[in-house]
Nanobody, 124 residues
Framework: QVQLVESGGGLVQAGGSLRLSCAAS????????MGWYRQAPGKQRELVAT???????VYINSVKGRFTISRDNAKNTVSLQMDSLKPEDTSVYYC??????????????????WGQGTQVTVSS
């Protein structure tokens, strides 16, 4: 089992900044891609940004130039620096990671884990 714990959400005025962090723990062998998703009320969950183990990044168009994703492979963490926040960024943000973990009796198993979500609210 691999657990993801997020932190850093909150309430901020439009134009402000927040930094989200996510730490993975468990019997991790390797984490491949890590990412952040968000889901607003009544809407589907959408990808915000992902980063590969090698550092390649993908962002949705609406956050390009404002958000920056980063990770620390040694610490199994991923962060999302969010600048110039807009009211439309208001959502619950979820951390995601997938890779390989060590299962029972030493077997290797793929995992695709999600954090519990952290609320980001941007006021106008």
């Amino acid at each position: 089992q691999v657990q993801l714990v997020e932190s850093g959400g909150g309430l901020v005025q439009a134009g402000g900044s927040l930094r989200l962090s996510c730490a993975a723990s468990g019997s991790i062998v390797i984490i491949n891609d890590m990412g952040w998703y968000r889901q607003a009320p009544g809407k589907q969950r959408e990808l915000v940004a992902t980063i590969t183990r090698g550092g390649s990044k993908v962002y949705i168009n609406s956050v390009k130039g404002r958000f920056t994703i980063s990770r620390d492979n040694a610490k199994n963490t991923v962060s999302l620096q969010m600048d110039s926040l807009k009211p439309e960024d208001t959502s619950v943000y979820y951390c995601n990671a997938h890779g390989v973990a060590r299962g029972s009796v030493g077997s290797l198993t793929a995992f695709d884990s999600w954090g519990q979500g952290t609320q980001v609210t941007v006021s106008s």
